[in-house]
């Protein structure tokens, strides 16, 4: 297995200097299928299927079996949904935003492409915009308000969506959506996992 270090801060560091990132990071291994717990391998094996390889931060999460069911089941469930691939990356991208992920922003960014997202909705997702299509921009609009308001909506927020031509299960699909993301956000906020190599091309920070 390899592991994602983080470096111990000295006692007479002075502390405005010390990022929260540097603080508080602590090592986490990043699993190969053969030295992840055996209740985690067939959640790898599920994810070496559908995306071709084992993400570092699914290998990450391999240390907690639990946390990796959960996230291979939601990730799952959500695409049943009523909504399309690239309106699914789009809350993907929106939340992570928001939560500033930067493997995730990277990753669901590569997933939008392969899915066919405009690269101008792409470009300003990025940038934490709103995207042309008026449709993703409800979805959006939502999505974002969920996340900053910590899921207390007003009203007109509600509203405003259902008018745009969605559902009520569609606004709680939002939910389900933000809830997959937050986990790999997460987790790699906790664990500043490597970007896999795959995933580099679409490399971000909060400034891009």
């Known amino acids: 297995m390899r592991s994602c270090r983080g470096r111990s801060v000295p006692a ?25 717990p055996q209740d985690s391998k067939p959640a ?7 995306v071709g390889f084992i993400p570092n931060l699914a290998a990450t999460m391999a240390e907690s079996p639990y ?6 089941s939601l990730r799952a469930i959500n695409g049943r949904g009523a909504f399309t691939p690239v309106e699914r990356e789009a809350i993907a991208l ?8 930067t493997y995730c922003m990277a990753a669901h960014s590569t997933f939008a492409r392969k899915n066919g997202i405009p690269e101008e909705d792409l470009r300003l997702l990025r940038a934490g915009k709103s995207p042309s299509d ?15 308001s910590k899921g207390h909506l007003a009203s007109e927020d509600i509203q405003r969506f259902l008018k ?4 009520r299960a569609q606004l709680l699909e939002v939910v389900l959506g933000i809830t997959s ?5 997460y987790m790699h906020n906790i664990a500043k996992t490597p970007i896999d190599d795959a995933f580099l091309a679409q490399s971000w920070t909060a400034s891009s």
């Open 44 to 50: 790898l094996e599920l994810l070496q299927r559908q």
């Open 12 to 36: 007479e560091e002075d502390e405005g200097t010390v990022t929260r990132k540097e603080k508080y990071m602590t090592d986490f291994n990043i699993h190969t299928f053969e030295s992840a």
């Open 181 to 185: 993301t937050s986990i790999s956000n």
């Open 94 to 101: 929106a939340v992570s935003f928001e939560n500033n992920c």
């Open 164 to 167: 745009a031509g969605f559902s």
């Open 134 to 148: 008026p449709r993703l921009q409800a979805i959006i609009a939502l999505a974002r308000q969920i996340v900053r």
């Open 67 to 72: 946390l990796l069911e959960a996230f291979t």
